[in-house]
Nanobody, 127 residues
Framework: VQLQAYGGGLVQAGGSLRLSCAAS????????MGWFRQVPGKEREFLAA????????DYANSVKGRFTISRDNAKNTVNLQMNSLKPEDTAVYYC?????????????????????WGQGTLVTVSS
């Protein structure tokens, strides 16, 4: 699978952005998808994951209630709607795909669960 993330940009605090990740080369519905972010000098941070059907999701506490992950298996895309953005949300955002079959969605909070990563898209939130 190949992943291409896009939709990043500059936004003011309190604003919204919608990130998307397009997948190609595989049966998209066979993968759990996740979003992570990374700030230089820090570890990659889990944000959200969505099950193969889209029926189950999991969020990091830091974004719960502000970010929403969704997917469209017909269009081979996964999205991250980000609302009420804060300056501390500034980071490079990555989408990732996993072939693992964990029972609990929380298991997909680990970056090691994913085998393919997109190239990242930069989100900058100004104060």
């Amino acid at each position: 699978v190949q992943l291409q993330a896009y939709g990043g940009g500059l936004v003011q605090a309190g604003g919204s952005l919608r990130l998307s990740c397009a997948a190609s080369g595989v049966t998209f519905g066979g993968y759990v998808m996740g979003w992570f972010r990374q700030v230089p000098g820090k570890e990659r941070e889990f944000l959200a994951a969505i099950s193969r059907s889209g029926g189950n999701t999991d969020y990091a506490n830091s974004v719960k209630g502000r970010f929403t992950i969704s997917r469209d298996n017909a269009k081979n895309t996964v999205n991250l709607q980000m609302n009420s953005l804060k300056p501390e949300d500034t980071a490079v955002y990555y989408c990732a795909a996993s072939r693992r079959t964990y029972t609990l969605m929380k298991a997909f909070a680990a970056s090691s669960a994913y085998h393919t990563w997109g190239q990242g898209t930069l989100v900058t939130v100004s104060s």
